[in-house]
């Protein structure tokens, strides 16, 4: 079966700009969680979803935001993007939640200039 | 905040050679993971334990839930060049104020030379 899907896989943006990436998760799962991951600060949890509804948010500013559809598909929202937001952006999905057993995506790498 | 904890940082072994790491908490976890990750792709999950002193094993990878439940280990046996990559160990982290979010420790690098 299909893997978790991100798109785009690259992406270069400017300073100011907002950016949307876009996660399609394993047929059949409903959970889906979003992480950032730099060389400095490792895996951070930004946040997931669960039956549309946000199930549990991270520590990143309000620029940062979610959300799911009723396909489970997911999509996470970068506003006023700064350069410390270039990232890689995992999506991970699980059956239910709490379900630990995640599958991760293969990220987005976001680069801000 | 709560944080996980990974040694060594970084490994260089030879091929052949068995490896051991470890992740430690100052708090208590119910469920500790291992992913691995590659170059270019996202964590994979290699190992699940839910039980203090459970030892399971997943091929030449076997991984310990620590007494304390505030350690795990992950051992490789007789290392090859595709074990190269970065190790992590998660596991969720509750709080009072939020549902259960899955942590990451910072990983350890492992290198393998032929």
């Known amino acids: 079966k299909a893997g978790v899907t991100q798109t785009p896989r690259y992406l270069i943006k400017t300073r100011g700009q907002q950016v949307t990436l876009s996660c399609s998760p394993i047929?059949?799962?409903?959970?889906v969680s979003w992480y950032q991951q730099t060389p400095g600060q490792g895996l951070q949890f930004l946040f997931e979803?669960?039956?549309?509804?946000?199930?549990n948010k991270g520590n990143f500013p309000g620029r940062f935001s979610g959300r799911q559809f009723s396909n489970s598909r997911s999509e996470m929202n970068v506003s006023t993007l700064e350069l410390g937001d270039s990232a890689l952006y995992l999506c991970?999905?699980?059956?239910?939640?709490?379900?630990?057993?995640?599958?991760f995506g293969s990220g987005t790498r976001l680069t801000v200039v | 905040g709560q944080q996980l904890n990974q040694s060594p940082q970084s490994m260089f072994i030879q091929e052949g050679e068995d490896v051991s790491m470890n992740c430690t908490s100052s708090?208590?976890?119910?469920?500790w993971l291992w992913y691995k990750q590659e170059p270019g792709e996202g964590p994979v999950l290699l190992i699940a334990?839910?039980?203090?002193?459970e030892l399971t094993s997943n091929g030449r990878l076997t991984a310990q839930f620590g007494i304390t439940r505030k350690d795990s280990f992950l051992n490789i046996s007789a290392s090859i060049p595709s074990d190269v990559g970065i190790y992590f160990c998660?596991?969720?982290?509750?709080?009072?104020?939020?549902?259960?979010?899955?942590?990451f420790g910072p990983g350890t690098s492992l290198s393998v030379i032929p």
């Open positions: 991970a999905s699980s059956l239910t939640a709490p379900n630990y057993g995640y599958t």
């Open positions: 047929s059949g799962h409903r959970s």
């Open positions: 979803y669960f039956s549309e509804t946000q199930r």
């Open positions: 708090s208590i976890f119910n469920t």
């Open positions: 334990l839910y039980k203090a002193g």
């Open positions: 998660a596991g969720p982290f509750f709080s009072e104020t939020s549902y259960d979010k899955v942590i």
